[in-house]
């Protein structure tokens, strides 16, 4: 598609339950981020993935936190045994490949987000 | 560690005042720093950037310098329009080797027509 699709927009779930959340990105771009946002908070770092392999999963809360991309291309984001805290606004964001000499360039083009709100 | 600390919301202005959104910044090294937007209803978006000290980032009549001895990238603007309220976003790249941008907590700015 023409832009970072994510799925579900919206999901409200029981606490407890498992919730996965999809992101499919840029055509091309290979690396990939997700992001949180809590209402009042910033952009909270979860996890970088360049390829299929995250370099970088240092901003997971905890190991109920997983996440996976396949083909180098959709990946997944999975919360099991949510809790009331894990509501937010889950972004994901995809950018080319890293410059010439490794760096990636920080121009990064967001999904509209996944809600998750845990009742 | 690297963190952005950004102006206080939400701003509330009028249209054609002059804008101006805070940020500072805490980072080793030569980071680069970005401004993003977030317009209601979409996901962020790169506004603009600039990459090394005393560069300008410019885009859509806003404008940002990276000024290396306030470490700070404040965002302006001359003239606002309604269809500039959105929330925007102060971050930044470090240049160590970390892929991850760094993110402020957002301002969310109205413009009253």
């Known amino acids: 598609g023409a832009g970072v699709s994510q799925s579900p927009s919206n999901k409200v779930t029981e606490k407890g339950k498992d919730v996965e959340l999809r992101c499919d990105p840029i055509?091309?771009?290979?690396?990939l981020y997700w992001y949180r946002q809590s209402l009042g908070q910033g952009l909270e770092f979860l996890i970088y993935f360049q390829g299929n392999s995250a370099p970088d999963k240092s901003g997971l809360p905890s190991d109920r936190f997983s996440a996976e991309r396949t083909g180098g291309s959709v990946s997944t984001l999975t919360i099991q045994r949510t809790q009331q805290e894990d509501s937010a606004v889950y972004l994901c964001?995809?950018?080319?490949?890293?410059?010439?000499?490794?760096?990636?360039?920080?121009?990064?083009?967001f999904g509209e987000g996944s809600r998750l709100t845990v009742l | 560690g690297n963190s952005v600390t950004q102006m206080e919301g939400p701003v509330t202005l009028s249209e054609e005042a002059f804008l101006t959104i805070n940020c500072t910044y805490t980072a080793t090294g030569y980071p680069s720093l970005f401004w993003y937007v977030q317009y209601p209803g979409e996901g962020l978006q790169l506004l603009l950037k600039a990459t090394k000290a005393d560069d300008k980032g410019s885009n859509k009549g806003f404008e940002a310098t990276y000024r290396k001895e306030t470490t700070s990238f404040h965002l302006e603007k001359g003239s606002v329009q309604v269809s500039d309220s959105a929330v925007y976003f102060c971050?930044?790249?470090?240049?160590?080797?970390?892929?991850?941008?760094?993110f402020g907590t957002g301002t969310r700015l109205t413009i009253i027509p």
């Open positions: 964001a995809s950018s080319t490949a890293p410059l010439a000499g490794g760096r990636v360039t920080g121009e990064l083009f």
């Open positions: 055509s091309g771009h290979t690396a």
């Open positions: 971050a930044l790249l470090s240049n160590f080797g970390n892929e991850k941008l760094t």
